[in-house]
C-alpha cells in the first residue's frame, strides 16, 4: 500500500475487555514498530520485529500486551483485560531495512478504556 | 523512559521568522533523528544526522549534531503556518527513543 495503515483508527472498550489492534506496513518493510503515545508525550517504544521475528519486546508494559507478526507482514498487538491506564494512542511503524532508520507511521490507534 | 529532552516545551512564533528546537540526549548514540506530528497523525520523518556528522541541510531544515555535548539542534527557516505541529527528536542505539517533543506554532 501507499502507507502504514492501522485499525481501528479508534476504539473504546470497557475495563475487562481484550482489544486487537492491527498494523499493515509498507509492502516490502522489513521492520515494525509499535509504539505507545499517552496525551501530549512522545511515543514510548514498545516491541520490535524483523520480518516475522520479535527482536525486542522490551517495551511491553506487562503480560496482558502481546504482539505478532506471524507472516512478517502484518501485525496485531493484543491487550488482554484491558485498565484505564492503557488509554493511549498505538502507533505503528515500518522501515523498508533492519534497524530504526526512517521510521514511516501510522495515523495509529486511539484506545479509550471506560 | 524517554532519552531525548526537547527544548522548549512549545514555540510560538509568527509567519516567515524561523524557529529554533533543541534536543538533549542521555546515551551514546548512532543516529539522531527528527520527526514531525501534526494532530492526531502519525509522525513524519524529517532528517536523519549520524554521529559523524555535524550538520545537515534538507530544503528549509538545518539540523546540527554536538556528540560531545549530547544535543542537536533543528532550525526551520522562514516557517509557514503548514509548518504547525510537534517536533521530535529520536536517538537509538538499540530502539529508537523519542523525546517529550516541541510543539510549534506558526501564526499567519
Known amino acids: 500500500g501507499a502507507g502504514v495503515s492501522q485499525s481501528p483508527r479508534y476504539k473504546v472498550a470497557k475495563r475487562g475487555q481484550d482489544v486487537a489492534l492491527r498494523c499493515d506496513p509498507i509492502?516490502?518493510?522489513?521492520?515494525l514498530f509499535w509504539y505507545q503515545q499517552a496525551l501530549g508525550q512522545g511515543p514510548e517504544f514498545l516491541t520490535y520485529?524483523?520480518?516475522?521475528?520479535?527482536?525486542?519486546k522490551s517495551g511491553l508494559p506487562s503480560d496482558r500486551f502481546f504482539a505478532e507478526r506471524p507472516e512478517g507482514s502484518v501485525s496485531t498487538l493484543k491487550i488482554q483485560r484491558t485498565q484505564q491506564e492503557d488509554s493511549a494512542v498505538y502507533l505503528c511503524?515500518?522501515?523498508?531495512?533492519?534497524?530504526?532508520?526512517?521510521?514511516?507511521f501510522g495515523s495509529g490507534t486511539q484506545l479509550s478504556v471506560l | 523512559s524517554q532519552q531525548g529532552e526537547e527544548d522548549p516545551q512549545a514555540l510560538s512564533i509568527q509567519e516567515g521568522e524561523n524557529a529554533t528546537m533543541n534536543c538533549s540526549y542521555k546515551?551514546?548514540?548512532?543516529?539522531l533523528q527528527w520527526y514531525r506530528q501534526n494532530s492526531g497523525r502519525g509522525l513524519v520523518h524529517l532528517i536523519l544526522?549520524?554521529?559523524?556528522?555535524r550538520e545537515k541541510h534538507s530544503g528549509r531544515l538545518r539540523v546540527t549534531l554536538d556528540t560531545s555535548k549530547k544535543s542537536s539542534s533543528l532550525l526551520i527557516t522562514a516557517s509557514r503556518a503548514a509548518d504547525t505541529a510537534s517536533y521530535f527528536c529520536?536517538?537509538?542505539?538499540?530502539?529508537?527513543?523519542f523525546g517529550a517533543g516541541t510543539i510549534l506554532r506558526v501564526k499567519s
Open positions: 511503524a515500518s522501515s523498508l531495512h533492519r534497524g530504526n532508520e526512517k521510521l514511516f
Open positions: 509492502s516490502g518493510h522489513v521492520s
Open positions: 520485529f524483523q520480518n516475522e521475528a520479535q527482536l525486542d
Open positions: 546515551t551514546s548514540i548512532n543516529n
Open positions: 544526522i549520524r554521529s559523524n556528522e
Open positions: 529520536a536517538t537509538d542505539p538499540n530502539k529508537l527513543v
